[in-house]
């Protein structure tokens, strides 16, 4: 019988991981789709996410994050078109380095089963801080709770399930790695249901030397660009719930 949920790795030069992470993904309750979306990865992401059961979609060179979660939701959408009466896959977005701790997001995809929920945001249950000093985290969570008035506890978590309605809503996604700050404004917005999940995922900590930086400041960026588009009304009460 087939599956009701796709997984969704955007993932660039995660050879190392991806196998893992598109194994365990396999795995999930449901998951009979696995789509990789190599954003110009120079190693063999692609190469290795395919040998491990993804389907996988390239983009020739880097594009970033939103662009790769786009293009994955087209690709699951094409790979239903095929299949005549299929009803649309709930879509649920892991990270490409989650390794072999993506088994556990599982619990993400319950409450949209359910219909309690219309996306959910994980919540890492292993919340030591490994580098950085939190400036983009924080920055996300008071944009957020500025335009709507709930601030998540992980803002910038990319572990999210949601319907297919949810991530129609939030077309066009912000740029790059505002993508989901900019998803949870636009929905709640819009009244839908987001509630946190916690799951006791890992995956690699981002360091403190200079590209690591960089990288921070590209987030920053982002982040801040999507929370400048949005007009800053209060959501619906009562619309968000955390899960315990």
């Given at each position: 019988?087939?599956?009701?949920?796709?997984?969704?790795?955007?993932?660039?030069?995660?050879?190392?991981?991806?196998?893992?992470?598109?194994?365990?993904?396999?795995?999930?309750?449901?998951?009979?789709?696995?789509?990789?979306?190599?954003?110009?990865?120079?190693?063999?992401?692609g190469?290795?996410?395919?040998?491990?059961?993804?389907?996988?979609?390239?983009?020739?060179?880097?594009?970033?994050?939103?662009?790769?979660?786009?293009?994955?939701?087209?690709?699951?959408?094409?790979?239903?078109?095929?299949?005549?009466?299929?009803?649309?896959?709930?879509?649920?977005?892991?990270?490409?380095?989650?390794?072999?701790?993506?088994?556990?997001?599982?619990?993400?995809?319950?409450?949209?089963?359910?219909?309690?929920?219309?996306?959910?945001?994980?919540?890492?249950?292993?919340?030591?801080?490994?580098?950085?000093?939190?400036?983009?985290?924080?920055?996300?969570?008071?944009?957020?709770?500025?335009?709507?008035?709930?601030?998540?506890?992980?803002?910038?978590?990319?572990?999210?399930?949601?319907?297919?309605?949810?991530?129609?809503?939030?077309?066009?996604?912000?740029?790059?790695?505002?993508?989901?700050?900019?998803?949870?404004?636009?929905?709640?917005r819009?009244?839908?249901?987001v509630?946190?999940?916690?799951?006791?995922?890992?995956?690699?900590?981002?360091?403190?030397?200079?590209?690591?930086?960089?990288?921070?400041?590209?987030?920053?960026?982002?982040?801040?660009?999507?929370?400048?588009?949005?007009?800053?009304?209060r959501?619906?009460?009562?619309?968000?719930?955390?899960?315990?």
């Amino acid at each position: 019988m087939p599956g009701d949920m796709a997984v969704i790795i955007p993932a660039r030069n995660e050879s190392d991981r991806i196998g893992a992470t598109v194994t365990a993904a396999l795995g999930l309750a449901g998951a009979d789709l696995v789509v990789v979306v190599d954003d110009g990865s120079r190693d063999a992401t692609g190469a290795v996410a395919a040998r491990a059961g993804a389907r996988v979609v390239r983009h020739p060179r880097g594009r970033g994050k939103a662009a790769a979660m786009e293009s994955g939701a087209r690709a699951v959408a094409g790979i239903e078109s095929a299949e005549p009466g299929r009803s649309p896959h709930l879509l649920l977005f892991l990270d490409a380095d989650l390794g072999a701790s993506a088994a556990h997001a599982g619990p993400l995809a319950e409450p949209v089963r359910a219909g309690t929920a219309d996306m959910t945001i994980a919540v890492f249950t292993d919340t030591v801080r490994r580098g950085g000093f939190g400036i983009v985290t924080a920055t996300a969570g008071a944009g957020i709770e500025r335009a709507t008035g709930w601030r998540p506890a992980q803002p910038l978590n990319g572990q999210r399930c949601l319907t297919r309605a949810a991530f129609a809503a939030a077309l066009p996604l912000a740029r790059g790695w505002g993508a989901e700050a900019g998803m949870t404004i636009d929905l709640l917005r819009r009244g839908m249901r987001v509630t946190e999940v916690e799951v006791p995922l890992t995956h690699r900590a981002t360091g403190n030397d200079w590209r690591s930086q960089l990288h921070r400041l590209g987030q920053l960026r982002d982040v801040t660009l999507a929370l400048a588009a949005r007009v800053r009304v209060r959501a619906p009460a009562g619309r968000s719930a955390a899960v315990r």
